[in-house]
């Protein structure tokens, strides 16, 4: 599964999945600064999975029914870097077949997974 990090996730993030194998491209290396639909045409264009810490495409993905292949949002604040890149790439592992065409959210308690709507994909 290939996946686009969005820049305002932790590197440790992005170095934890690559750890595991993940095919993974990061904003922060590819084009930073670029915008939220910038970032979601790249995503689609790859048909990458998209984690991002910014609750701005729920909005995009539900609520304008933009496509997308499914998008992991990360609400880990207040944890170490470290920490947070072993939750996202254990979350990731367990529920890899789920989180595609889905809108997942990562919290330190829970990982809540909602299927998107076959117009919305």
Request: aromatic share 6%; hydrophobic share 45%; charged share 25%.
């Amino acid at each position: 599964m290939n996946f686009l990090v969005d820049e305002n996730v932790d590197r440790q993030i992005v170095d934890c999945l690559r750890k595991e194998n993940y095919f993974v491209w990061y904003v922060a290396e590819m084009e930073p600064g670029i915008s939220d639909e910038t970032v979601l045409n790249i995503a689609n264009q790859k048909k990458a999975v998209l984690l991002t810490a910014d609750k701005d495409f729920g909005e995009l993905v539900f609520r304008q029914s933009r496509i997308v292949s499914g998008v992991v949002l990360i609400r880990l604040s207040g944890l170490l870097p470290e920490t947070k890149g072993k939750i996202v790439a254990s979350a990731i592992t367990m529920h890899i077949a789920e989180i595609t065409q889905s809108f997942t959210v990562i919290t330190p308690n829970a990982i809540r997974i909602r299927r998107m709507k076959k117009d919305t994909l």
